[in-house]
């Protein structure tokens, strides 16, 4: 537990040592107040809730996460210090855990400074708090299926750039699934079961159950499910892929 | 103790590492010599558990590098080729991370202190290492590698990129460790090898050519025992035919750059008293002698003999 702590702390500072983490939470304010007030309506609704900025922050993460994922084992393959980290006495799993948790409180960190937003809508009216709360939950259980995605696509290549785009590539896949317009191409020929496989695989469905104030139990297990699995997918893809 | 049994590394079809057995001894300082691409690096990625072997087997002081591999990487330091390091890091940050990954406790600070007066890092010590010149790099990444002061040590070219005062430090600092530990250095710098090490092994296309102490290759060099004559004015055919016909002589060779400069190489191996049948003939001669010594071999000419020879019988097979 010590050494993911460990890992977790060095690569939490390795965020905050460049630009990037400043950029990219600059960036993640800027958009989520674009989307919320002009795309989402947020004034014209006349809605004491925040459904106008949770709504975009699958389309928002989409682009963003990557960005933040990409250089978790691609730069450790390019520099070499992979290696380094992997003759130590540590096992490849709690590397894999440490660096994960790093880049998922990174981006909590970024979705707690949207609180102004939370302390608008208080102002204006009176919402309801607790499904704010399951909002930002769901939001940022969200965030660890995108950034699980990430670091096993960030795995697989030395190279920052393919590994943004691939994981854009396959989280665009995980989100489009739940899609109205994906669903009922699928509608027209297969049976109901098939459809509600393709939609129960998106993270657009369970994410919208959560950020309605639902929090059940099957869309926590679904977004669970999603980081362990990928995790323990970019523990393999670094063991396959060591010696090159 | 690390025993090496049949290892094995196959990248695809190609024989990277192709069964090499080595046991190495608490107190030896071993040097793993051979041409580029002859397996060093690769056998020291699987010795220190970075990649797996296709077969044979690993044990350092009865860990098992694979079925034990938290416990064996606890007896090693590492220092992996180029050095690489968390750029954006100090040297005191990275070395306190490698410490507390280690979990070194009570001991971390007094040993972070030693290793960075020891590899003189004080300058640089809160400096990024991205930042650094490449000497201090390699330091940086020594200082890693015998922090916990491990027993086993694995160095590959921990010299590269150094500056001759640099590389004589580093020697200096491999000699001082040795005693009860277990250092293996991968180089193709072959003065190191005769400096510092206790025994050298030679591969070549994943085998073992050689494994004897440098002495004991260097006498196998065609030099072993040469005597190397420079004379001042003379002339040169007719001392080539002098020289030539003393009994126990093999060849003479005349150096490239200085015509008066004559290598003898005896026949035999007995023929250690070569040096005084030339110091005779040059009384006899009444030659002006500007130099005269004797050679105790050339690594140098030993390696290529092996490593090319190997090459050769591959390319007919």
């Not at chain 1, 994960?100 to 937003?117: D, N, Y």
């Not at chain 1, 959560?210 to 926590?220: E, I, Q, T």
């Not at chain 2, 890092?121 to 390699?138: E, F, H, M």
């Not at chain 2, 150096?255 to 070569?274: F, G, K, V, W």
Request: aromatic share 10%; with cysteine.
């Amino acid at each position: 537990m010590t050494q993911v702590m460990v890992i977790f702390r060095r690569e939490l500072g390795s965020y905050f040592s460049t630009p990037l983490a400043y950029v990219f939470i600059v960036m993640f304010l800027i958009l989520t107040g674009v989307f919320t007030f002009y795309l989402g309506g947020f004034y014209e609704r006349r809605q004491a809730d925040l459904t106008p900025f949770f709504m975009f922050h699958p389309w928002l993460y989409l682009f963003l996460i990557p960005a933040v994922s990409m250089r978790l084992w691609a730069e450790e393959r390019k520099s070499g210090t992979l290696e380094l980290l992997l003759t130590l006495p540590v096992p490849l799993k709690t590397a894999v855990l440490g660096k994960f948790l790093a880049a998922w409180v990174f981006t909590g960190v970024a979705l707690v400074l949207t609180f102004p937003i939370w302390l608008t809508v208080n102002y204006l009216g009176e919402p309801d708090n607790g499904v704010i709360l399951a909002g930002y939950i769901g939001s940022w259980l969200m965030a660890g299926g995108f950034l699980a995605i990430g670091s096993c696509l960030s795995a697989a290549t030395s190279n920052q750039v393919i590994a943004f785009i691939l994981t854009v590539v396959v989280c665009f896949v995980f989100v489009a699934a739940g899609f109205p317009l994906v669903l009922e191409a699928f509608q027209s020929w297969a049976p109901a079961v098939v459809v509600d496989a393709v939609a129960g695989l998106s993270f657009l469905t369970h994410f919208e159950a959560v950020s309605r104030g639902v929090l059940d139990f099957r869309d926590l297990l679904y977004f669970l499910i999603m980081c362990v699995g990928w995790l323990y997918a970019t523990a393999i893809v670094i063991d396959m892929k060591k010696a090159d | 103790m690390i025993t090496i049994e049949n290892l094995k590394k196959a990248f695809g079809g190609f024989m990277a590492v192709d069964g090499i057995t080595l046991n190495v001894s608490p107190g030896e300082v071993l040097g793993f010599l051979g041409p580029n691409g002859a397996g060093k690096s690769t056998t020291m990625k699987m010795l220190t558990g970075f990649i797996k072997p296709s077969g044979g087997q690993i044990c350092l002081f009865g860990f098992d590098i694979l079925s034990d591999a938290i416990r064996a990487k606890e007896l090693i330091g590492y220092l992996p080729e180029g050095a690489p390091a968390y750029g954006d890091m100090t040297p005191v940050q990275f070395l306190t991370f490698v410490a507390d990954i280690r979990g070194m406790g009570v001991r971390k600070a007094q040993r972070i202190n030693d290793v960075i007066c020891r590899l003189e890092l004080n300058n640089v010590a809160n400096r990024p290492i991205d930042t650094l010149s490449k000497g201090y790099k390699r330091r940086v990444g020594i200082a890693q590698a015998i922090l916990h002061d491990p027993k086993v040590l694995i160095l590959d070219e921990p010299t590269d990129g150094l500056d001759p005062n640099q590389k004589h430090q580093v020697r200096e600092l491999i000699r001082g460790l040795a005693k009860d530990k277990i250092v293996i250095v991968s180089t193709h710098i072959l003065e190191e090898v005769t400096a510092v090490c206790t025994r050298a092994v030679i591969i070549a296309n994943g085998r073992v050519l050689a494994d004897a102490t440098p002495s004991e290759l260097e006498n196998r060099s065609r030099y072993h025992h040469a005597v190397t004559v420079s004379l001042k004015d003379d002339d040169t055919d007719k001392t080539l035919k002098v020289l030539k016909s003393l009994t126990g002589v093999k060849e003479v060779e005349v150096s490239p750059d200085h015509s008066a400069r004559y290598t003898l190489i005896p026949n035999s191996e007995q023929s250690s008293d070569l040096l005084a049948a030339v110091n005779k003939l040059v009384q006899e001669n009444g030659w002006v002698v500007d130099e005269i010594f004797m050679e105790r071999g050339r690594l140098d000419d030993v390696f290529r003999q092996l490593t090319t020879q190997n090459t050769r019988r591959g390319e007919i097979a």
